[in-house]
């Protein structure tokens, strides 16, 4: 017998990832409901390089870097002699996540190639091997994407853009915020909460006022070398979180006149000063458009992505849309944000995920008697890892059900692909019907964020618990282990973009709304009963939501305030039902009807004993976690 020393004994082997589209069997079944065969194989490769690239030393080593090297505010806000000024630091390894996302066209794809209504889907397949390596850069391509998508519905109508100038300065900032080059590329603000609350912006003390340069010859430039004049409108106010101080631009709402409601408006974020002086006396140089930096906040997590307080005096901006229409403008870009959320909700819990699995396979445990075995032969362990992954499974069908539906709404500007091309979940219910699309959606944005990004929070946990001790730890040394930075981090998205709360009564507001609240209740019975009308067993879920309906159509708004969380989760759990049986249907192993068996008796769908047939020990955990074959199997490309 040697006593072990700082450097001698036992050392745990570290665990080997693999390349996440071919390991995570879940992403493969997604990707098979979701997108047609013949539009994957046209994509596949260049995913698989992005999920092999995001787990390079480079990335691991630029992601602690991140962490390390905080953004901070140069001289606490002034210079060496006191006057005040406002330069934002970050560090080398946050830049260069950056530019790799924007190289690999984690927003660009979107709108530079054509997948018809399935461009958003294989978009957010990208986004989801990205966001555990991404540390928190796609926050900011989030808001990015969503004020692209803003920009092109607005330049896609030419009438809403009567100014030519104003038409310029749209279209360089949209082509910026799609481009692949870091060096042109634009990342994107948001700029709603102010003091006075949080979702609730109609309290904004924020204020723009029109007041055009009277010479156009005298009016600054936002850039010298394109000639991108500042816009006509001044912007003063005080926005309490920004989490992209350092975008190149801003979509941010202020109230113009007493009681024309709030607007939206497009500011870059910087302008160009001939008065500047550098060190070496050389004049002019740009400076933040009228935006100082009060102080950057100091989160939980996030800790890499600079989120301040902006103190505005007389920024330039241009009006998107019409005054006092703000509110509606900016839905648009939330319908994309919080679409981003739930994806990086569910890339992080994949990457948990991935993280359980790989340590199961190399850390061995005692099991009594003197015997030892890998974890991933230990009963309770792999019970414990399959309910998580059924849950992750459950929740990634919602969301990608969700994306899908986007998809088909973005769809109506870029045209479908040919009609010969379906999916499985297309061949297994037909085509949403057009006047279903919009209706679906307007639910679907609320409802998915609500619930995914809640429960992702303690699914994670489980993955941080089941490496025990050492999930527990910061693990920058090994960072492709740091499950509780990405726990840390997940924290947040069911807080941004709407709490589950907020998003609750949203969801409540669509469903009861006057106008459009049966379209939608209508659009959710249509999918229902259609898909719970081809796969076994789906009477039950309907049984559910007929009754849930039932007291939607019969209960006051106000009254059911009170169950606006419980009914969004529980018309989630109904949607995620559905999504199981039919991804299961005639397409699944033993393992995955368990899955779905578990899903209903956990949720009530079903009495009685929900093993019934099936003899649920340690090989079908296994199966749920690995995939067919377990660990030992073949880790193939997945059959579309």
Same mark, same amino acid.
């Given at each position: 017998m040697e006593p072990s020393s700082a450097n001698k004994g036992f050392f745990q082997q570290q665990p080997i990832f693999r390349n996440q589209l071919y390991d995570d069997t879940n992403l493969q079944r997604v990707i098979k409901l979701f997108l047609p065969s013949a539009v994957f194989r046209t994509v596949e490769q260049e995913i698989a390089q992005l999920s092999d690239d995001v787990l390079s030393p480079a990335i691991f080593d630029w992601i602690t870097d991140s962490e390390k090297n905080l953004p901070h505010v140069r001289g606490s806000g002034r210079d060496s002699f006191g006057k005040p000024k406002s330069e934002l630091v970050v560090g080398e390894g946050w830049r260069k996540l950056q530019e790799f996302g924007i190289q690999k066209g984690v927003v660009a794809s979107n709108y530079d190639t054509n997948n018809g209504q399935y461009t958003r889907l294989v978009q957010c397949v990208r986004l989801h091997v990205w966001e555990g390596s991404c540390a928190n850069t796609l926050c900011p391509a989030a808001m990015q994407d969503g004020a692209a998508r803003l920009l092109q519905l607005h330049l896609a109508k030419p009438a809403s853009i009567n100014d030519p100038v104003q038409k310029r300065v749209?279209?360089?900032?949209?082509?910026?915020?799609?481009?692949?080059?870091?060096?042109?590329?634009?990342?994107?603000?948001?700029?709603?909460?102010?003091? !006075?609350?949080? =979702?609730?912006?109609?309290?904004?003390?924020?204020? *723009?006022?029109?007041?055009? #340069?009277?010479?156009?010859?005298?009016t600054p430039l936002a850039d010298k070398d394109t000639g991108i004049p500042l816009g006509p409108w001044s912007i003063s106010g005080f926005k309490w979180f920004s989490s992209a101080t350092d975008s190149g631009m801003t979509i941010l709402l202020a109230k113009t006149q007493p009681g024309k409601g709030l607007s939206a408006f497009l500011a870059p974020m910087r302008r160009y000063n001939p008065e500047l002086t550098s060190p070496t006396g050389k004049k002019g140089g740009t400076e933040l458009n009228g935006v100082t930096i009060s102080r950057l906040k100091n989160k939980l997590g996030t800790q890499s992505l600079p989120t301040a307080e902006l103190e505005l005096n007389g920024m330039r901006g241009w009006l998107i849309g019409e005054e006092g229409r703000g509110i509606q403008e900016i839905s648009t870009?939330?319908?994309?944000?919080?679409?981003?959320? !739930?994806?990086? =909700?569910?890339?992080?819990?994949?990457?948990?995920? *991935?993280?359980?699995?790989? #340590?199961?396979?190399?850390?061995e445990v005692g099991v009594g008697k003197g015997r030892r075995v890998p974890l991933w032969r230990n009963p309770l362990h792999m019970r414990t890892l399959a309910t998580m992954t059924g849950e992750y499974h459950a929740m990634m069908l919602l969301t990608f059900f969700t994306i899908y539906i986007m998809g088909l709404e973005e769809a109506k500007g870029r045209g479908q692909v040919d009609s010969k091309e379906k999916s499985v979940l297309e061949e297994r219910i037909g085509r949403i019907p057009p006047q279903h699309v919009a209706p679906l959606l307007r639910v679907l944005s609320s409802l998915h964020k609500a619930y995914?990004?809640?429960?992702t929070i303690p699914a994670l946990y489980g993955c941080m618990e089941a490496l025990g001790g050492v999930g527990y730890l910061v693990n920058s040394e090994s960072e492709h282990l740091n499950i509780a930075r990405i726990f840390r981090d997940a924290c947040v998205l069911a807080i941004w973009e709407g709490t589950t709360d907020v998003l609750s009564s949203d969801t409540?507001?669509?469903?009861?709304?006057?106008a459009v609240g049966k379209a939608s209740l209508d659009a959710l019975d249509w999918f229902v009963s259609t898909a719970g009308g081809v796969v076994e067993g789906g009477e039950m879920v309907v049984r559910e939501w007929e009754g849930l309906k039932g007291r939607l159509e019969g209960g006051d708004q106000m009254e059911l305030l009170a169950e606006a969380r419980s009914i969004t989760f529980r018309i989630a759990e109904i949607l995620m039902a559905l999504l199981l049986m039919l991804d299961v249907k005639g397409d699944g192993g033993v393992e995955r009807v368990v899955v779905v068996k578990r899903f209903l008796g956990k949720r009530g769908f079903m009495g009685g004993d929900v093993k019934a047939g099936v003899k649920e020990g340690l090989d079908i955990d296994t199966a749920i976690v690995y995939g067919p074959g377990g660990p030992q199997g073949p880790k193939a490309e997945p059959k579309l």
């Amino acid at each position: 017998m040697e006593p072990s020393s700082a450097n001698k004994g036992f050392f745990q082997q570290q665990p080997i990832f693999r390349n996440q589209l071919y390991d995570d069997t879940n992403l493969q079944r997604v990707i098979k409901l979701f997108l047609p065969s013949a539009v994957f194989r046209t994509v596949e490769q260049e995913i698989a390089q992005l999920s092999d690239d995001v787990l390079s030393p480079a990335i691991f080593d630029w992601i602690t870097d991140s962490e390390k090297n905080l953004p901070h505010v140069r001289g606490s806000g002034r210079d060496s002699f006191g006057k005040p000024k406002s330069e934002l630091v970050v560090g080398e390894g946050w830049r260069k996540l950056q530019e790799f996302g924007i190289q690999k066209g984690v927003v660009a794809s979107n709108y530079d190639t054509n997948n018809g209504q399935y461009t958003r889907l294989v978009q957010c397949v990208r986004l989801h091997v990205w966001e555990g390596s991404c540390a928190n850069t796609l926050c900011p391509a989030a808001m990015q994407d969503g004020a692209a998508r803003l920009l092109q519905l607005h330049l896609a109508k030419p009438a809403s853009i009567n100014d030519p100038v104003q038409k310029r300065v749209f279209q360089d900032a949209y082509d910026r915020l799609t481009s692949r080059n870091p060096a042109r590329a634009w990342t994107s603000g948001q700029w709603m909460t102010e003091r !006075t609350g949080g =979702s609730d912006v109609s309290q904004s003390e924020t204020v *723009a006022t029109f007041s055009p #340069y009277p010479n156009t010859s005298q009016t600054p430039l936002a850039d010298k070398d394109t000639g991108i004049p500042l816009g006509p409108w001044s912007i003063s106010g005080f926005k309490w979180f920004s989490s992209a101080t350092d975008s190149g631009m801003t979509i941010l709402l202020a109230k113009t006149q007493p009681g024309k409601g709030l607007s939206a408006f497009l500011a870059p974020m910087r302008r160009y000063n001939p008065e500047l002086t550098s060190p070496t006396g050389k004049k002019g140089g740009t400076e933040l458009n009228g935006v100082t930096i009060s102080r950057l906040k100091n989160k939980l997590g996030t800790q890499s992505l600079p989120t301040a307080e902006l103190e505005l005096n007389g920024m330039r901006g241009w009006l998107i849309g019409e005054e006092g229409r703000g509110i509606q403008e900016i839905s648009t870009i939330l319908n994309v944000t919080r679409v981003h959320s !739930t994806t990086a =909700s569910m890339g992080y819990l994949g990457r948990g995920l *991935a993280i359980a699995r790989s #340590y199961a396979l190399v850390r061995e445990v005692g099991v009594g008697k003197g015997r030892r075995v890998p974890l991933w032969r230990n009963p309770l362990h792999m019970r414990t890892l399959a309910t998580m992954t059924g849950e992750y499974h459950a929740m990634m069908l919602l969301t990608f059900f969700t994306i899908y539906i986007m998809g088909l709404e973005e769809a109506k500007g870029r045209g479908q692909v040919d009609s010969k091309e379906k999916s499985v979940l297309e061949e297994r219910i037909g085509r949403i019907p057009p006047q279903h699309v919009a209706p679906l959606l307007r639910v679907l944005s609320s409802l998915h964020k609500a619930y995914v990004c809640e429960n992702t929070i303690p699914a994670l946990y489980g993955c941080m618990e089941a490496l025990g001790g050492v999930g527990y730890l910061v693990n920058s040394e090994s960072e492709h282990l740091n499950i509780a930075r990405i726990f840390r981090d997940a924290c947040v998205l069911a807080i941004w973009e709407g709490t589950t709360d907020v998003l609750s009564s949203d969801t409540l507001r669509a469903l009861k709304h006057p106008a459009v609240g049966k379209a939608s209740l209508d659009a959710l019975d249509w999918f229902v009963s259609t898909a719970g009308g081809v796969v076994e067993g789906g009477e039950m879920v309907v049984r559910e939501w007929e009754g849930l309906k039932g007291r939607l159509e019969g209960g006051d708004q106000m009254e059911l305030l009170a169950e606006a969380r419980s009914i969004t989760f529980r018309i989630a759990e109904i949607l995620m039902a559905l999504l199981l049986m039919l991804d299961v249907k005639g397409d699944g192993g033993v393992e995955r009807v368990v899955v779905v068996k578990r899903f209903l008796g956990k949720r009530g769908f079903m009495g009685g004993d929900v093993k019934a047939g099936v003899k649920e020990g340690l090989d079908i955990d296994t199966a749920i976690v690995y995939g067919p074959g377990g660990p030992q199997g073949p880790k193939a490309e997945p059959k579309l």
